[in-house]
């Protein structure tokens, strides 16, 4: 089944414990990317990736990095978590151009 | 830097009627994709319907359908023959083709009432 598998669901963290959010795609797409969603404001691209070794910044950037060393893999960290990262997380997937296919959502709550 | 806009946050309509969402878009490019996403209580994003900028012909997908006025950049939405299971969340979506960004807009929640 091609899917984009997100991990954890949910998580509960504390203010500057590292944690890292794993996304994987089974469709060998090229273009991976991770959005948050807050309430009121849609969907906001943190990073994107066009390709392995090829990440760039979306409109939010900032508190996140990424790594894309293999295709399939997307994973998202936070290094020092703070509270104004608690949000929902998506990660997508797509051909060069076209729809996102998106994972399932990971909710996360720093405290 | 694109946007795109959803002036309507809320919306409902009755069981088998028709309603229109509306979604404005702001870009430079010549060359993009626009989206419609549907997201229900269960927080999963889902395909509604594409269209690409090229194509003068507006995209239809059974029960949905799109006005596209590329002129006026203008990408609204119409669901006819509501039902209760399109109740949901629905999301304008722009992105440029070949290229890493995609813009969304905030959102306009659907009430389809029995």
């Known amino acids: 089944e091609a899917q984009v598998t997100q991990n954890p669901r949910y998580l509960i963290t504390v203010t500057g414990k590292k944690l890292t959010v794993t996304c994987s795609q089974n469709?060998?797409?090229?273009?991976m990317s991770w959005y948050r969603q807050d309430p009121g404001l849609g969907l906001r691209q943190i990073y994107y990736?066009?390709?392995?070794?090829?990440?760039d910044k979306g409109d939010v950037p900032e508190g996140y990095k990424v790594s894309r060393k293999e295709k399939r893999n997307f994973p998202l960290i936070l290094e020092s978590p703070s509270p104004n990262q608690t949000s929902l997380y998506f990660c997508?997937?797509?051909?060069?151009?076209?729809?996102?296919?998106f994972g399932e959502g990971s909710r996360l709550t720093v405290l | 830097a694109q946007t795109v806009t959803q002036s309507q946050p809320e919306m409902s309509v009755q069981e088998a009627e028709t309603v229109t969402l509306s979604c404005t878009y702001d870009?430079?490019?010549?060359?993009?994709?626009l989206f419609w996403y549907k997201q229900p209580p269960s927080r999963q994003m889902i395909l509604v319907i594409r269209?690409?900028?090229?194509?003068?012909q507006n995209a239809t997908e059974n029960r949905f359908s799109v006005n596209f006025q590329k002129a006026a950049k203008s990408f609204s939405l119409k669901i006819s023959d509501s039902q209760l299971g399109d109740t949901a969340m629905y999301f304008c979506?722009?992105?440029?083709?070949?290229?890493?960004?995609?813009?969304f807009g905030d959102g306009t929640t659907l009430t389809v009432k029995p």
């Open positions: 997508a997937s797509r051909w060069t151009a076209g729809e996102l296919f």
């Open positions: 469709m060998n797409h090229e273009y």
């Open positions: 990736s066009m390709n392995v070794e090829v990440t």
């Open positions: 870009t430079s490019e010549s060359n993009y994709y």
């Open positions: 269209q690409e900028a090229y194509k003068q």
């Open positions: 979506a722009f992105s440029n083709t070949n290229a890493g960004k995609s813009t």
